[in-house]
Nanobody, 125 residues
């Protein structure tokens, strides 16, 4: 059983920073064998890929709306995936989900099969 548990969300003001954490358990191999992604679902909108990382950690993707502000990273030894969010804006608000895939095809397109329950991020102006 693969489980992903997000944490670190909350209420922030425009310009603040938050770091989201994703605790991963149950994978048969270590994190270097899997791509990971962070997705966001804003109120009334569809879920969208925000930032993803390849299994080898060489390739990363960030949506245009967050490029230069958000950074995905991982701690292989501790089975953790992070999303560092800087210079937050109100439009960054939404529920953020961590997900794991077997293959990442391009950007955040991949066969993501296991998802966390999400963590709420609310950014006020």
């Amino acid at each position: 059983q693969v489980q992903l548990v997000e944490s670190g969300g909350g209420l922030a003001h425009a310009g603040d920073s938050l770091r989201l954490s994703c605790a991963v358990s149950g994978l048969p191999l270590d994190l270097t064998y899997y791509p990971f992604g962070w997705f966001r679902q804003a109120a009334g909108n569809e879920r969208e890929g925000i930032s993803c990382i390849s299994n080898d950690g060489i390739t990363t993707f960030a949506a245009d709306s967050v490029k230069g502000r958000f950074t995905i990273s991982r701690d292989v030894a501790n089975n953790m995936v992070y999303l560092q969010m800087n210079n937050l804006r109100p439009e960054d608000s939404g529920v953020y989900y961590c997900a794991v895939a077997n293959n990442l095809y391009r950007n955040c397109e991949g066969d993501f099969r296991t998802w966390g329950q999400g963590t709420q991020v609310t950014v006020s102006s």
